[in-house]
């Protein structure tokens, strides 16, 4: 059988692969840490800041109520106690028979410890539907100016955008999950390999220090000064910089 999700060999009565079962519990698990920032985050009138709740916004805003964040706490009850009925073996048209009186956290907490989470026939589908809706909750809870561009998606090459805890992005266009860390490092190589990309000193700071590399633009404009680094018309060569960057080290090591 092939894992529903990444579509890589599985255990016969798998629907999905090891590393997909451990994602779509994590991700169940990342959902219910955040069920108690989203009913925080129901007050239009006070901006708790997401995952950094320290943040305030006083600005009285038209409703009290955030009704997008009302309908996104009902669409993930609603999934999360579908999946959970799934896994129970309980009928979707008997779901009266469902005695529990779980909420939502826990609803969520006991799909990711379910031992039939990845037999069950569309657990593909169910994670599916789960990342959609925990890329949503990201949105209302980590706020777009918080969030970064980190480089383009492998497939289609839309431009991603991750917050700085984020492991994984997943393509809004295409749907393709990559790993954060790699779209970043694909990013800084295509700018770094390529020696016709320029850039201010201000841009070349902001892309390195998105793939975990530090030069200030202060350093860039000195090192142009001290003579180590060209300027060209439309602005530094990334790879002239990358150079400076790492090339005392490499030689150090060397000798
Ligand atoms: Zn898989
Ligand atoms: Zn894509």
Not at 87 to 102: C, M, Q, T, V, Y
Not at 137 to 145: F, G, K, N
Not at 152 to 157: A, M, P, R, V
Not at 230 to 247: K, M, S
């Amino acid at each position: 059988m092939n894992c529903q999700n990444c579509k890589t060999i599985t255990e016969e009565g798998y629907s999905l692969c090891a590393t997909c079962e451990l994602r779509f519990a994590g991700t169940l698990l990342r959902l219910a840490r955040d069920v108690t920032p989203l009913h925080d985050s129901l007050d239009a009138t006070l901006h708790p800041g997401g995952h950094s709740p320290t943040r305030i916004q006083t600005a009285t805003p038209p409703t009290p109520i955030r009704l997008d964040v009302l309908d996104l706490i009902d669409m993930l009850d609603a999934t999360a106690r579908e999946l959970w009925h799934r896994l129970d073996g309980i009928d979707a048209l008997d779901w009266r028979k469902d005695k529990r009186n779980e909420d939502l956290m826990a609803t969520l907490i006991a799909c990711a410890g379910h031992p039939k989470l990845t037999t069950v026939a569309d657990a593909g589908l169910y994670m599916h539907v789960i990342n959609d809706l925990a890329r949503k909750v990201d949105t209302v809870l980590d706020p777009p100016e918080q969030r970064r561009e980190i480089g383009n998606c492998e497939l289609c090459e839309t431009m991603l955008t991750a917050g700085a805890a984020d492991q994984w992005v997943t393509c809004p266009v295409c749907g393709r999950e990559q790993r954060a860390q790699t779209v970043k490092l694909r990013r800084l190589k295509t700018l770094c390999w390529d020696d016709s990309e320029r850039g201010s000193a201000a841009d070349i700071s902001k892309a390195f220090a998105v793939s975990g590399l530090k030069v200030s633009r202060k350093t860039i404009t000195t090192w142009e000064q001290r003579g180590k680094l060209p300027r060209h018309a439309d602005g530094y060569a990334y790879c002239d910089v990358y150079r400076l960057l790492i090339g005392p080290d490499l030689t150090k090591s060397v000798r």
